[in-house]
């Protein structure tokens, strides 16, 4: 059955640092999510992306932040100068419709900021 | 604005207890999707059900049940024969539908449950 794949499944860096979260949605999908959880709480929507751009972002999501589909397959999220608070778990999701089925998730990327 | 509250923080439950887990929202539209989630120790978030707004008959599925009410925008969630590996945290989460497709999804806080052998 095909799946959302992420990597890495764990990643450390230090605060300042750029990071790079992978995703590889399900290869006829065409909608296309990141969300975060910070540990402990609930899963919080960060933005959406169709056609090769942002379609909806949170307040969460601000300069930060980027997302890029540069080829055919991934799907990239951006961090560009970590906080603290950047800590979380961040599962990418991915949908073939915008309009009723489910979100597939990802096992998540586990980001720690030192 | 949309909201999912799940009020049980935490339940504990004896192995073969039945057990419920509430899902309340709030939306402004008519047209609406919900969901159930269910993550494991090992992080991943696991799909369960969706449930539309213009069908309020309720599912089974194994021993999982869902009862859906639009009265009181409800839609919990039961285990019959609960089990260890159900022990989780289980969301509840709502998305809207939008002229161009649904919103995101919006997420209640969770309820973990721990089933004890």
């Known amino acids: 059955e095909p799946e959302v794949t992420q990597t890495p499944s764990h990643q450390v860096t230090q605060m300042g640092q750029e990071v790079i979260l992978r995703c590889v949605p399900i290869?006829?999908?065409?909608?296309f999510y990141w969300y975060r959880q910070i540990l402990g709480q609930k899963v919080e929507f960060l933005v959406s992306?169709?056609?090769?751009?942002?379609?909806?972002k949170s307040e969460i999501f601000d300069d930060q932040f980027s997302v890029e589909r540069p080829d055919g397959s991934n799907f990239t999220l951006k961090i560009r100068s970590t906080k603290l608070e950047d800590s979380a778990m961040y599962f990418c999701a991915s949908n073939p419709d915008r309009v009723i089925y489910e979100q597939y998730f990802g096992p998540g990327t586990r980001l720690t900021v030192t | 604005a949309q909201k999912v509250t799940q009020a049980q923080t935490e339940i504990s439950v004896v192995e073969k207890e039945d057990v419920t887990l509430d899902c309340v929202y709030e939306t402004r539209d008519t047209t609406y999707y919900l969901f159930w989630y269910k993550q494991p120790p090992s992080g991943e978030l696991v799909f369960l059900i969706r449930?539309?707004?213009?069908?309020?008959q309720n599912e089974i599925s194994g021993r999982y049940s869902w009862n859906f009410q639009k009265s009181t925008s409800s839609f919990n969630f039961t285990i019959t024969a609960s089990q260890v590996v159900d022990s989780a945290v289980y969301f509840c989460a709502l998305s809207e539908a939008q002229g161009s497709g649904n919103t995101p999804l919006v997420f209640g806080k969770g309820t973990r449950l721990s089933v004890i052998a």
């Open positions: 992306f169709y056609n090769n751009e942002i379609s909806e």
């Open positions: 449930r539309n707004s213009f069908d309020e």
């Open positions: 290869s006829n999908h065409l909608y």
